[in-house]
C-alpha cells in the first residue's frame, strides 16, 4: 500500500488485462460453464479473470451464476419456483 486513497490505489494498480465490466458480464456464463465443467476458465478468458479478481461485484455475479450452475447439474435441470 502506498498510502493513497484506497480508490485511486486501485485505478493505478489495475492489471492491464482486465476487461471491464461490460466485456466481463458479456461473457460471464460461458466463464463460469467452463469452471463448472473443471476447465481452467482463466486460461481461455484471462481478462475476465483479472477483472474477477478486482471486481467485488462482478465476483459475487460470478459465484452466484456458478452456484445456479452447479445446483441444476446436482437436480438435473431447472427446478420449480
Known amino acids: 500500500m502506498t498510502g493513497w486513497p484506497e480508490g485511486l490505489e486501485r485505478l493505478l494498480t489495475t492489471d492491464p488485462r482486465d476487461v ?13 460453464e467452463l469452471l463448472a465443467a473443471g476447465i481452467d476458465a482463466a486460461e481461455h478468458y484471462p481478462g475476465v479473470a483479472s477483472h474477477l479478481a478486482a471486481c467485488d461485484a462482478c465476483a459475487e455475479a460470478a459465484d452466484g ?10 437436480h438435473g435441470g431447472p427446478q420449480p419456483g
Not at 458480464?25 to 463460469?32: D, K, N, T
Not at 451464476?65 to 446436482?74: F, H, K, P, S, Y
Open 20 to 32: 471491464g465490466c461490460d466485456a466481463a458480464r458479456a461473457v460471464l456464463h460461458v466463464y463460469v
Open 65 to 74: 451464476l456458478l452456484a445456479a450452475v452447479q445446483d441444476e447439474g446436482l
